[in-house]
């Protein structure tokens, strides 16, 4: 008996594989533990080898919440020659940039440096991810661009880093996680974004990390789906600092990209935020315009995991109401929650829409236009 | 509809699958607990290699905390979004039905406690004759 | 998706649409003429009016000074508040002069908005025609962290709800409140004032010590289901945690905003936790959260769900249907666009017409004038949110009231 059917379901769209599309949030790995060791001062590979990483909570091996996925990664992605998935640039070219034909691919590298109680330890290992960036990666393949990761709890070491790394075209954003030590607008974030401004770089903040705060407003939640479900809720709140902190304000030509949280919530919290700035305006003087318009301005926003309702309209409306012009193509390569080009945005889309959303907002926001 | 020889019995033993493309189709045949039974290697969700997966069993629970995990080896996480699709029928678990009586409207089959999701795998007609497991495309 | 193709949408050719419903030409006569032809002629653009006869169902009558609990306290509990120099439970999360704390022209010359029936009569329960309202007590005592003394002032301050407000006027209702820092004193609390019928609810805080699926809090859901109790959760933290998932932040506005977050996030726990498996019964309203951001989380967790059934495999049912049979939003605030054309097409993303409780949010500052209602409802949307959705929630609203006192 042969059956297949896929109930009640439309026909997805097959993007013609031929056209080029951006990827923006792409994580290369490494492949060993003493990968780094190369761009990292002596005194630190000792130090690692003795005392490892303290990140912000408990555990030093794996996360607190269990993945879903081995390395919550892809289980077809381990490359042939061993490593973990994503830490081969050839399979990753076999298997994924060639195939969907990638033209600009983003990398977000994580499990870095970044979260780490140790500041010094944290500064060291973001100027090695940097270097790695390049050599084993952008400078291989011209396709794909760095993230510049930064020591994100060290103001003034990650300013530092930012303008060591500033012009060099190997980097087009800097990196951040959307949960830190404190909500993402506070005053001891501000370095970073001046410099990051200042070096013409938008900031890709990646849903993820931890700040030693308990990951809801009400305690730590069981269960692994509700960090995934909460990383939306995250970053609502972290972006509602900074906008209420007025960092916009104070930096006019900084760019954001939301990364890997969805973009369905974008409207109702801008909605939540020109309300309750309308009311509560006094408390914050600093705050010159309505939230929504400066959500509008300054922030962009990766489709990975694409929101999936039941009826297409909805998703069409929501994309209405967040701008086609704002969505930048991503597939979380190689991870599990991963988004196939091929399949992700249904049919009825016009093709100048289709276009901005798999490369042209992209490669306008990132200056490859 | 052809009839494909895929191997002798013994090359596949329980617990085992085999990998093979048949007129340009990528499938995978699963010998589970001495029966044979074959799927399309492509997850009807988007498209992943799905028999490259890992096997579990089917967790269910009657109360929040109590688990019935049965079924060991019969259900196939797929290798992307790790939904879970039944080995024998290609069904797929991610709409499951409560399992107590309760009056609201789900699609049930008699005599099944699991209400079906609704992706199914293509699944495939195997057989075994004179020691050897015959795929019929 | 789904297989009905629907509407085609707003005209998709690249333009870029100004944001969020903001007044954008195209857009507004897209989505206004689709809305035409859903309209009956009765129906325009004007404000919505309330009917008569339904249910208000969050108020906040205020507790003037904790001084005003000391009749309702044993004489331990009246010596330690006098003598130690206690002076009132005054939240964060409601600065007595903010201004979403009271609407201006709810704002008393004297005393704490909120604190005078006569007012709320006039203002509220008279001026909207309710049958029935809902009063819910916010008041600190959630944020005080011995059990023993939560337990004495949550005591006091649902005696001080009935005697001083709840006999007063038949129209109200009550909420217990319940010292969370004991789960048997909850327990016991909830037993207690539930002998007097008047009491439809009881209430918890959407930002506390643990997410409110943790099976810790079950008793407390027994409890309520085993009563015909809706169990509330409103706006407001105890700040025995960050008021935020992202930590402390500067501002009450950060705080506000945030508390959509945290009715998101408590959503998936009560659902993942499986709570309506074991209390298929229990309804949970959620009490000035916002309901806007419905559809789009619902979108994500039913998604990942999909992806990790086995770790929860209890959640026996698609998220959206148990939000469906078990959990409403009170109406304000209503987190809209200004454009009352997409909120009708949010209505539509939430694909269910029962999911909406009438409130005012009294005396708290959501709407000005008598623009309780969102423009352009239909009348049977009016009548679904005021008067049959809370009363499918609220089973015990029309239970026989006798005076009884609460023991």
């Known amino acids: 008996m042969n059956v297949q059917f896929r109930a009640g379901a439309e026909p997805a769209s097959t993007v013609a594989v031929k056209s080029a599309i951006a990827d923006c949030d792409i994580h290369p790995a490494r492949a060993t533990a003493t990968e780094l060791y190369p761009y990292l001062a002596k005194r630190w590979h000792e130090h690692l080898e003795t005392y490892g990483k303290h990140p912000y909570q408990g555990m030093m091996e794996g996360p607190p919440y269990p993945k879903a996925q081995p390395n919550a990664s892809r289980r077809d992605a381990w490359p042939p020659e061993g490593g973990p998935q994503g830490s081969s640039l050839s399979f990753m070219q076999k298997q994924h940039l060639d195939?969907?034909?990638?033209?600009?691919?983003?990398?977000?590298?994580?499990?870095?440096?970044?979260?780490?109680?140790?500041?010094?330890?944290?500064?060291?290992?973001?100027?090695a991810i940097n270097d790695w960036q390049i050599d084993k990666w952008t400078s291989q393949d011209?396709?794909?661009?760095?993230?510049?990761?930064?020591?994100?709890?060290?103001?003034?070491?990650?300013?530092?880093?930012?303008?060591?790394?500033?012009?060099?075209?190997?980097?087009?954003?800097v990196l951040l996680l959307s949960r830190n030590v404190e909500p993402l607008g506070q005053r001891r974030y501000w370095p970073i974004y001046e410099a990051a401004e200042e070096a013409g770089l938008p900031i890709g903040v990646h849903a993820f990390g931890f700040g030693g705060n308990p990951i809801t407003a009400s305690g730590w939640p069981s269960y692994y789906i509700e960090e995934m479900v909460g990383h939306s809720q995250c970053q609502q709140t972290a972006l509602a600092s900074i906008v209420l902190e007025g960092v916009f304000e104070r930096h006019p030509k900084l760019k954001m990209v939301m990364i890997e949280a969805g973009f369905g919530w974008a409207p109702s919290l801008s909605w939540r935020l020109d309300k309750s700035w309308q009311r509560l305006r006094g408390e914050v003087p600093h705050v010159k315009r309505p939230p929504s318009e400066t959500i509008r301005d300054h922030i962009f926003w990766t489709t990975q995991p694409m929101e999936d309702p039941e009826r297409r309209d909805h998703l069409f409306e929501v994309i209405e109401w967040v701008g086609w012009d704002k969505l930048l193509f991503a597939t979380d390569y190689p991870h599990w929650e991963y988004d196939d080009p091929s399949r992700v945005l249904p049919a009825g889309v016009s093709d100048a829409n289709r276009e901005a959303f798999y490369l042209d907002n992209a490669r306008k926001l990132y200056g490859l236009a | 509809m052809t009839r494909h020889v895929i191997a002798p019995v013994e090359e596949l033993p329980p617990g085992t699958r085999k990998f093979l493309t048949i007129d340009e189709r990528p499938i995978a045949v699963f010998n589970i607990k001495g029966e044979f039974f074959g799927l399309l290697n492509r997850c009807p969700h988007q498209g992943a290699a799905l028999c490259e997966g890992p096997l579990i069993g089917l967790a269910q629970s009657s109360d929040p905390g109590e688990i019935e995990y049965t079924r060991l080896g019969?259900?196939?996480?797929?290798?992307?979004?790790?939904?879970?699709?039944?080995?024998?029928?290609?069904?797929?678990?991610?709409?499951?039905?409560?399992?107590?009586?309760?009056?609201?409207?789900?699609?049930?089959?008699?005599?099944?406690?699991?209400?079906?999701?609704?992706?199914v795998a293509e699944t495939l007609a195997v057989s075994v004759e004179s020691d050897y497991v015959v795929v019929d495309l | 998706?789904?297989?009905?193709?629907?509407?085609?949408?707003?005209?998709?050719?690249?333009?870029?649409?100004?944001?969020?419903?903001?007044g954008v030409e195209v857009l507004r006569t897209e989505v206004n003429r689709r809305h035409a032809q859903e309209q009956t002629p009765e129906e325009t653009n004007v404000m919505t009016s309330p009917i008569a006869g339904g249910v208000d169902c969050d108020l906040h009558p205020a507790v003037p000074h904790l001084t005003s609990l000391l009749p309702y306290l044993n004489d331990y509990w009246r010596d330690q508040v006098t003598t130690r120099g206690m002076t009132d439970l005054v939240s964060q999360?409601?600065?007595?002069?903010?201004?979403?704390?009271?609407?201006p022209d709810w704002r008393p010359a004297a005393g704490k908005p909120g604190s005078s029936l006569e007012d709320m009569k006039t203002q509220a329960l008279d001026r909207f025609g309710v049958s029935y309202a809902i009063c819910n007590p916010l008041y600190g005592v959630q944020m005080v962290f011995s059990e023993d003394m939560a337990d004495a002032f949550c005591r006091a301050l649902n005696d001080w709800l009935v005697k001083e407000w709840l006999d007063k006027d038949q129209r109200l209702r009550g909420s217990i409140v319940i010292p969370v820092q004991s789960i048997e004193k909850s327990v016991a609390e909830i037993e207690r004032c539930a002998k007097d019928k008047r009491f439809v609810q009881v209430l918890m805080l959407v930002m506390g010590d643990m997410p409110l699926g943790k099976r810790a809090y079950w008793p407390i859901y027994a409890a309520a289901e085993r009563l015909g109790l809706a169990v509330g959760i409103h706006a407001g933290s105890n700040y025995h945690n960050p008021p935020t998932s992202v930590g402390w932040g500067s501002y009450h506005i950060e705080d506000y905003v945030a508390q959509a977050q945290a009715f998101q996030t408590q959503l998936t726990s009560l659902i993942v936790e499986g709570v309506f498996a074991r209390h298929p019964k229990l309804k949970m309203v959620m009490l000035e959260s916002g309901f806007t951001w419905l559809p789009s989380y619902l979108w994500r967790l039913h998604k990942f769900w999909r992806g990790v059934r086995m770790e929860?495999?209890?959640?026996?049912?698609?998220?959206?249907?148990?939000?469906?049979?078990?959990?409403?939003?009170?109406?304000?605030?209503?987190?809209?666009?200004?454009?009352?054309?997409?909120?009708?097409?949010?209505?539509?993303?939430?694909?269910?017409?029962?999911?909406?409780?009438?409130?005012?949010?009294?005396?708290?500052?959501?709407?000005?004038d008598d623009a309780v209602l969102p423009e352009g409802m239909s009348s049977d949307l009016v009548r679904k949110i005021m008067i049959d959705n809370p009363h499918a929630t609220y089973s015990r609203l029309k239970s026989a009231v006798t005076q009884e006192t609460t023991p």
């Open chain 3, 312 to 368: 929860t495999p209890w959640v026996d049912r698609a998220p959206v249907e148990i939000v469906r049979s078990n959990i409403r939003f009170s109406l304000q605030p209503i987190d809209a666009p200004p454009d009352p054309a997409t909120l009708n097409r949010l209505f539509d993303h939430m694909q269910s017409d029962e999911l909406l409780l009438f409130s005012t949010d009294y005396p708290h500052w959501q709407f000005d």
């Open chain 2, 74 to 119: 019969e259900i196939i996480r797929c290798p992307w979004h790790g939904w879970e699709f039944d080995i024998r029928t290609g069904q797929s678990y991610c709409d499951p039905k409560r399992f107590r009586a309760r009056a609201y409207p789900v699609n049930v089959e008699p005599g099944a406690s699991v209400v079906k999701g609704p992706y």
């Open chain 1, 99 to 127: 195939p969907n034909n990638v033209a600009l691919g983003i990398l977000c590298p994580l499990n870095t440096g970044q979260g780490l109680r140790n500041q010094d330890l944290s500064a060291a290992l973001a100027s």
């Open chain 1, 142 to 173: 011209s396709r794909l661009k760095g993230s510049v990761v930064v020591a994100n709890e060290d103001g003034p070491a990650a300013a530092a880093e930012i303008r060591r790394r500033a012009g060099d075209k190997n980097f087009v954003q």
């Open chain 3, 1 to 22: 998706m789904g297989a009905d193709s629907g509407s085609q949408g707003p005209p998709m050719d690249g333009a870029a649409r100004a944001p969020y419903g903001i």
């Open chain 3, 93 to 103: 999360s409601y600065p007595l002069n903010s201004p979403i704390t009271s609407r």
